[in-house]
Every structure is written in structure tokens, then in C-alpha cells.
């Protein structure tokens, strides 16, 4: 089972995004409970569609307008914190 200590996950955090590509999910504990998971965006995705057709749809059209620079700045997005 893939479980990572919340303490070790914050004082870890980009190490832990870099595993997570090669992995579909990492499980968070805090204390002795598991109370959170962390998923590669592709298994999410894979999970999300086998609900929702359109979302994957929707996913598609994100990554191709993407592609074509179709994105938002910080500040259009959360504007003057």
C-alpha cells in the first residue's frame, strides 16, 4: 500500500509529486489514520470518466487549449489578493 505520513509529505512535497507520476495514487496519514489520497491526474481522469462522459470531454478541450496558449494569469484568475 502506498501511504506517506502527512509530516513527511509537507517537509517532502516536491519529491513526492516527482513518485507520484510513476504511481496512480499515494494514500496520506495523519497520526495512525489514513484520511486523505493524492492521485496521478491521469487516474483521476480515468476515474472522473467512468462517471462523467462529458467531463472527459471537457478534459480534452482544457488539454488542447492548453496546447494552443488559451490559459489565464494568476491575476485574472484570483485577481489582487
Not at 9 to 33: F, H, M
Not at 40 to 62: G, H, M, T, V
Amino acid at each position: 500500500m502506498n501511504v506517506i505520513a502527512a509530516t513527511t509529505l509537507r517537509n517532502n512535497l516536491s519529491d513526492t509529486l516527482d513518485a507520484l507520476i510513476d504511481q496512480e495514487y499515494l494514500l496520506i496519514a495523519r497520526g495512525k489514520k489514513i484520511s486523505h489520497a493524492l492521485v496521478n491526474l491521469d487516474f483521476l481522469e480515468d476515474l472522473l470518466a467512468l462517471r462523467n462522459k462529458k467531463y472527459l470531454a471537457s478534459i480534452k478541450q482544457a488539454r488542447q487549449e492548453f496546447v494552443n496558449g488559451e490559459t489565464f494569469s494568476h491575476t485574472q484568475v484570483f485577481g489582487d489578493l
